[in-house]
C-alpha cells in the first residue's frame, strides 16, 4: 500500500512563492509522481509529473514558474512555485502510479494512489 502526505500550503500574495512537498511510504520504487490541483468548482487538473530517472513535464500553465524535483533516497518529492497567479488558487495533490509502457503521467486516470491534498490560496 502506497500513501502520500503533502505540506507546504497556505496563503500568498500574487507573485510570491511556495515550496509543496509530497512523502511517500510504501512500495513506491520505480514509480511516477505527479501534482494535480482543482480549483473550485473545476476538474482536478494536471501540473506536473517526474519519473524515477528524473523525466518530466508540465501544464502549459506553469512551465517556466512551477519546478518540479525528487529525492529518491528519502521518497520525497516536491513543487517549487514561483511568480504565483490568483489562478493558481487550488487544492494540490500528490499523486503516485507504477510505471506503464504507455502511460503519459499527465492523465488522473493513470494515478491509483492520491494524498490528501494541501490549499493554496493566493491573493491579488
Known amino acids: 500500500q502506497v500513501q502520500l502526505v503533502e505540506s507546504g500550503g497556505g496563503l500568498v500574495q500574487a507573485g510570491g512563492s511556495l515550496r509543496l512537498s509530497c512523502a511517500a511510504s510504501?512500495?513506491?520504487?520505480?514509480?511516477?509522481m505527479g501534482w494535480f490541483r482543482q480549483a473550485p468548482g473545476k476538474e482536478r487538473e494536471f501540473v506536473s509529473h517526474?519519473?524515477?530517472?528524473?523525466?518530466?513535464a508540465y501544464a502549459d500553465s506553469v512551465k517556466g514558474r512551477f519546478t518540479i524535483s525528487r529525492d529518491n533516497a528519502r521518497n520525497t518529492m516536491s513543487l517549487q512555485i514561483n511568480s504565483l497567479k490568483p489562478e493558481d488558487t487550488a487544492v494540490y495533490y500528490c499523486?503516485?502510479?507504477?510505471?506503464?509502457?504507455?502511460?503519459?503521467?499527465?492523465?488522473?486516470?493513470?494515478?491509483?494512489?492520491w494524498g490528501q491534498g494541501t490549499q493554496v490560496t493566493v491573493s491579488s
Open positions: 517526474i519519473t524515477r530517472s528524473g523525466g518530466n
Open positions: 510504501g512500495r513506491t520504487f520505480n514509480y511516477a
Open positions: 499523486a503516485a502510479a507504477p510505471r506503464y509502457t504507455s502511460a503519459t503521467y499527465q492523465l488522473k486516470g493513470e494515478y491509483p494512489y
